[in-house]
């Protein structure tokens, strides 16, 4: 109303021009007579309230079609008549590969409930699901909040992102390679459409992508990370066992240049081996790529520290081979994959964190292909070292010769001879600490046996007497009488 | 019209942005077997020094803007491991790739031997004219010790309709050189065929506002 008054106005009150809520700045007609801090108040708030609908409504949606697909089980008669026969088709699916899905148990997502989100009740670990959810709200929230500064566009994007999110709920049985396109489809057209909109300013398209991009993988994660309908999990398996059965490959082996005696350098490869394997718990492309980032980085260090100059490729590659052969990290493949499936594909060709994805595929191809003459070794050792029947782990060279002559002493044995010598040692220092615990003890008990007595002597030598309480002043004060007497308030004029 | 407005007072100026020359990202990749220079050939694109005093921790991965007289181009230039080992994995790294360097060692014959694998490599991989490949025989300052003759170089180079040039990256002797003809190779190529169209301008503001400062002092000094 003081929008229209405000509109036509020749003569406006300079209480009109204030801020409706009254907190003193100027308000404006574009935000119904708000201050722009008030108007992002309100507005937060009104996008709180739609946001908690949507949620209402999806929770609705999904109990409506959890009851269906309840009434079908139980009626087991067409279920190629519905639209949920998919999902039959997944549960015998499921049960055949139980085998090999031991570890979706733990992970959040329950494939009795495949909504996207809220399986409130429903879910294996409701403490996981309730983080991942308040996790997608947050993210909604920044998401919001960053449009919020684009004003009109801002909710065109937002309007866009939501629709496309609600048009992939229903394409979930579509294989993992439609909706990598469906995705990079819709990153497209927005780029396009941003592009139009800040007249060629890619900087700011790219800005805008990236959150959309945050936004969107972080509600569709769930659904498109390693889907039922890929092999994926079959090759996260795979890959897992390879790098277990390749448990000893050593530093020297692989020629890489980082000595791992100089603490600093080891505490760049526990960084390095640390952020690898953090890579599983993003949700976002581009937060996976930052983990690689900081990973390669952590390597280039180290080795700059071991070698004192630069790192080149020749000397980052075989060090990421081994920081990915110590981290194993989790769902390896899927995570290349997913990465490779909805991340923009303009980061990934080119750019650093392209440049760092890339060395890390050639690292996973690598362990893949990895056979006795890339480690430098005799095929009968790599079939021993794989088979388990030896292990090259301490391979001093002032040990085997030890064994040539016939000392008899294998490397496995020095090891246990080592490890008994440290045992001896353990258990002399473990009575130590038993023997200074129980001189403790006993220090204790004659510390308190002589607090007490202490206690007791001084007792003794005063002993407690009650005496009767001073009396009170006023009573019967004898000396009342040579006080002065109170002060009497007086009345002075004026 | 509200929402117009605070776009333009948002961030930078538009003119900026338009007035800016066309800023293509080049993505160039060096092959070859290990010990032929890439890396030092790699630092030389970017800094004017043999060994980088500069703590750069690696140099696997570098960047150079590359001025020409109607565009400005981004060198994003991917170091690959040599040894032959990793040769199988290696295409990854040149894929989508607008320039690939295939470096030999002069003064090791075996080194051009390998050079001329990953040629054939190369060849499989891509259409002649869509990705710009110079033949780099490195170290020409160990000439004394030069076991692949200039002709024999340049004659391979010639038959594949590649370009050819020998640098030393110890000394700098044509390096710059070497970074400005593949410049304008890809540029060119970037206009005839599709090349570079993917990336149209692309990254244009992110340099011009991250690295203008120092956009001059970075150009090579060498006049296009």
Redesign the interface.
Known sequence: MSQKSERRGIHVDQSELLCKKGCGYYGNAAWQGLCSKCWREEYQRARQKQIQEDWALAEKLQREEEAAYASIQGAQSQPSLTPFSKFEEKKTNEKTRKVTTVKKFFSPSSRTAPKKESHEGKAPSPSITRQSSIETDRVSRDFVDFLKNLQKPGREIHKQCRAFIENMANKKDLGADELSECVQDFYQNMSDRLMTHFKGSTERVERVMDQVEKYIMTRLYKNVFCPETTDDEKKDLATQHRIRALHWVTIQMLCVPVDEEIPEVSDNVVKAITDVIEMDSKRVPRDKLACITRCSKHIFNAIKITKNEPASADDFLPTLIYIVLKANPPRLQSNIQYITRFCNPSRLMTGEDGYYFTNLCCAVAFIEKLDAQSLNLSAEDFERYMSGQASPRKQEPEVWPQEDAGAGRSPGLTQVYQSLDLLTGLGARQDRVLEGARSLESDLISWQESVEREVQEILEKYPLEIRTPASAIDSDNVENDRLPPPLQPQVFAG | M??ER??SS??ES?LE??VGPRLL?V?MV?LGG?GVG??SL??RFCKDEF??STP??????LTQVVCLHDSTLRF?I??????E??H???P??Y??AHAALVVYDISKKESFMRAQLWLKELEKQYIPGETVVVLVGNKADLSDTRQVPLQVGYRLAESKGLLFIETSAKSGEQVSELLMTIAHRVKQSSSEVRGLIE?P??????VL?GERSSLLGACCSVGS
Request: some cysteine.
């Open positions: 509200m929402a605070r776009l948002l961030g538009p942005v338009e990202r993505k060096l290990s890439k890396s790699a630092l060994k980088a750069t921790v690696g140099c696997a991965y994003e991917w170091d690959t491991a040599g040894e080992k990793y199988s994995v290696t990854l790294y894929r989508g990336w301008e692309a990254e244009c503001v992110g506002q």
